[in-house]
């Protein structure tokens, strides 16, 4: 048995009983699959995680890729090439590409659903897969000539990147200075270095194609000034695909990495050896508006990946407290002769295992519920409902930095009380906790920062789209506690998030407030700055509890109908106790939150820097 475990039954749940997704399966933009095909393809799609990409986890993070230096070429360990091979080959990823380059049109929610058991079984497998993806988006934003070397990146199978980020340029990207120089045959020459770049550098294809923001000469400083180029390691004859020789980017470095060792983060540098050749993507100027498209779903990614982690890492953690005996119950610690029990029965232990079920479970409705706003978009302009449309993907903006940085950040804490539900144990290589750890934690980091994140929330998608996304959110909220008002087994569930989204408007009117005082005394914003990650995690804590509260509505209503079996009616069992939890633990803590965040003044900014 690999170390993966999944969570069909609760994709299933999810998708199917408490969003509905099946019912927009088999007809309109989605007629190709229906919600039977559906269900067997998530079934497959576990088979291939949690076996052959879940079996060179542990080998592939012990013996990692050998990067050569004098050549810029890396070697990829053997166990980890069959995982991979085993993913390319099954061609799920088709779920995300184009009809017309040979896809097959795919509900969001659907699609990320099968990317969350593959990265939970291996995240690098799908990230040095990312290929297909790069040439939809090529595809859609590209010339006609671009189209064919998008049809040509799927057809051979060819790896991508995203190139944003230099030595001094991170996540302000319109400080980059790598440049581009325009030929007299319509190609650029492509000069700088890039760094922390994910698959930069491997031999499981034969080419990688990387997309590059860099700065035409004469372009203006900032974003503003960036274009995309599409720059390949190998080039190649535009018609055929057939590779012609090596362009001039090199791999210069592989980072040494506290965790996804197997995945190469490489520094590459353009334009040393020989001239790096590359093609302006679309013939517009439009760099950080492209990159953008891919930045939103790397974002999605991440956040599914760290959720992933969190799910397969309770369940192990639940294996083992169901066989490790320790101590007598706690009703009888004073008794020597008590028999020792298995410690999923001390209260303590089951507090960790619930608090790690509630994050688990809520924050992949969460990915699953911002996903199934796209698709309820696509829906929408199907029927000819722009404004319907519209919204929908605001709500799905809204919540993307959500599901990345808290995702992010509660999948870090809840995987250290996994690790801590083993005891020592949990610290030793005999058991994934210390892997999950170690590769989860990066999640924080890339795409993004949580800070970011925060920032991206509140300035973006509150601020800057004037609450309709987030007056969209809340009053979807507000109207399912209207509708179980009268159900007197959820009223607990119904008080606690009713103060919980009185708590966080409260907190968005009160940063508002702030950020309109900035007009009249610009120091006004550090205070709004103070809290943006703040409110970050309280914008998820409070949709965790509504999803959780929803799947507890749901749960509720098919165990009065007496139809589920003893397997099933535990699983709903479990679904009102999650959200009776979480009401009761966490949704409580945003007063507390509300009134920190009400406190904030700027001490901390006038405070001299030597005090730190």
Not at 234 to 262: C, I, Q, Y
Request: net charge negative.
């Amino acid at each position: 048995m690999t170390h993966y475990r999944s969570n069909l039954r609760d994709l299933y749940f999810t998708l199917f009983e408490v969003l509905g997704a099946d019912r927009r399966m088999g007809a309109g933009p989605f007629a190709a699959l229906d919600a039977v095909t559906a269900r067997d393809v998530l079934a497959e799609v576990e088979r291939l995680a949690t076996g052959p990409v879940a079996a060179s986890y542990t080998e592939s993070d012990r013996n990692p890729p050998v990067y050569d230096p004098g050549t810029g070429s890396v070697e990829m360990p053997t166990p980890f090439r069959r995982s991979y091979r085993a993913y390319a080959d099954a061609e799920w990823w088709r779920l995300d590409l184009p009809e017309e380059l040979g896809g097959t049109p795919a509900p969001r929610a659907l699609w990320w659903a099968a990317v969350e058991m593959v990265q939970g079984a291996q995240a690098p497998v799908f990230m040095f897969g990312s290929g297909p993806a790069f040439a939809g988006l090529l595809y859609r934003i590209g010339t006609p000539g671009q189209r064919r070397i998008a049809e040509i990146m799927v057809d051979r199978g060819w790896g991508a990147t995203m190139a944003l980020t230099e030595p001094d340029a991170g996540s302000d990207v319109g400080a980059g200075t790598t440049r581009a120089v325009r030929r007299p045959d319509g190609t650029w020459h492509i000069e700088g270095v890039k760094r922390f770049i994910t698959s930069a550098e491997h031999d499981l294809e034969e080419n990688i194609v990387h997309f590059v923001l860099a700065r035409p000469e004469g372009a203006g400083p900032g974003t503003r000034g960036l274009s995309m180029f599409l720059v390949p390691k190998w080039t190649f004859d535009p018609v055929s695909g057939e590779l012609t020789g090596r362009n001039g980017v090199h791999a210069t470095n592989v980072e040494k990495k506290m965790g996804l060792r197997v995945s190469t983060t490489c520094e590459l540098t353009f334009g040393h050896r020989e001239p790096a050749v590359g093609l302006l993507v679309g013939e517009v100027h439009d760099g950080i508006a492209q990159m953008f498209r891919v930045i939103e779903s790397a974002r999605m990614q991440v956040g599914v990946k760290a959720i992933a982690t969190l799910s397969t890492g309770y369940l192990n953690a639940l294996e083992y407290a169901r066989t490790r005996v320790q101590g007598p119950d706690l009703t009888r610690a004073a008794d020597p002769a008590a028999p020792r029990v298995t410690i999923d029965r001390h209260p303590d232990v089951r507090r960790m295992l619930m608090l790690q079920k509630s994050y688990a479970e809520g924050l992949r409705a969460l990915y699953l519920y911002t996903a199934d706003r796209m698709d309820a978009a696509a829906q929408a302009r199907h029927d000819g409902d722009e404004i319907t449309a519209e919204l929908a993907e605001g709500v799905n903006d809204l919540l993307l930095p959500v599901v990345k940085g808290a995702g992010s950040e509660r999948a870090c804490e809840l995987l250290g009380l996994a690790l801590q539900t083993f005891g020592g144990s949990g610290y030793l290589q005999d058991h994934p906790l210390e892997q999950y750890l170690r590769d989860t934690r990066i999640d924080t980091l890339y795409e993004g920062t949580t800070g970011i994140q925060g920032q991206d929330l509140f300035f973006r998608k509150i601020v800057r789209d004037r609450c309709r996304a987030w007056g969209a959110l809340t009053g979807e909220i507000s109207a399912f506690l209207t509708g179980i008002e009268n159900e007197a087994r959820l009223k607990r569930e119904h008080d606690a998030l009713g103060a919980a989204l009185d708590d966080v408007r409260a907190m968005v009117d009160t940063m508002l407030g702030w950020q309109r005082a900035a007009a009249h005394d610009p120091a006004e914003v550090y205070r709004v700055g103070q809290n943006t990650t703040r409110l970050l995690m309280s914008v998820g804590d409070l949709a965790v509890g509504w999803l959780l509260a929803r799947q507890a509505a749901v749960a509720l209503t098919t165990l009065d109908t007496g139809s589920a079996d003893a397997d099933d009616t535990a699983f709903y069992q479990g679904k009102l106790a999650a959200a009776r939890f979480f009401a009761g633990t966490v949704l409580p803590e945003l007063t507390a939150r509300l009134a920190a965040l009400r406190d904030t003044d700027n001490a901390l900014m006038d405070l001299d820097a030597a005090a730190f």
